[in-house]
Nanobody, 128 residues
Framework: QLQLVESGGGLVQPGGSLRLSCSAP????????IGWFRQAPGKEREGVSC????????HYADSVKGRFTISRDNAKKTVYLQMDSLRPEDTAVYYC?????????????????????WGKGTLVTVSS
């Protein structure tokens, strides 16, 4: 079971940027697809973006396309979510999750990642 750790959240004004990081101290993520999810108060957890273990396949929710960019640096054992042009509706706790998958696969569905390999989340607040 991976112990995923998210970081980089905080308070930012609308239009601003943040970069979130997801790592698993002591583990390599080379064979894992990584998904980013978010959960706003009173709402269901939703998929935001994902990246395959090879880095060659990425997916984005329609609500963040063109504003968020996912990337990975396997040498640093870290996956990043660059969030630009942030909006108040992006306010949520952001989670990363890992799944062992074929090099070209990732998904925005929670079930793809199972129940175990999730981080505890990092809060992103977009407000003026």
């Amino acid at each position: 079971q991976l112990q995923l750790v998210e970081s980089g959240g905080g308070l930012v004004q609308p239009g601003g940027s943040l970069r979130l990081s997801c790592s698993a101290p002591g583990f390599t993520l080379d064979y894992n697809a990584i998904g980013w999810f978010r959960q706003a108060p009173g709402k269901e957890r939703e998929g935001v973006s994902c990246i395959s273990s090879s880095g060659g396949s990425t997916h984005y929710a329609d609500s963040v396309k063109g504003r968020f960019t996912i990337s990975r640096d396997n040498a640093k054992k870290t996956v990043y979510l660059q969030m630009d042009s942030l909006r108040p509706e992006d306010t949520a706790v952001y989670y990363c999750a890992a799944a062992i998958a074929a090099p070209t696969l990732c998904a925005l569905e929670r079930g793809f990642y199972g129940l175990d390999n999730w981080g505890k989340g990092t809060l992103v607040t977009v407000s003026s």
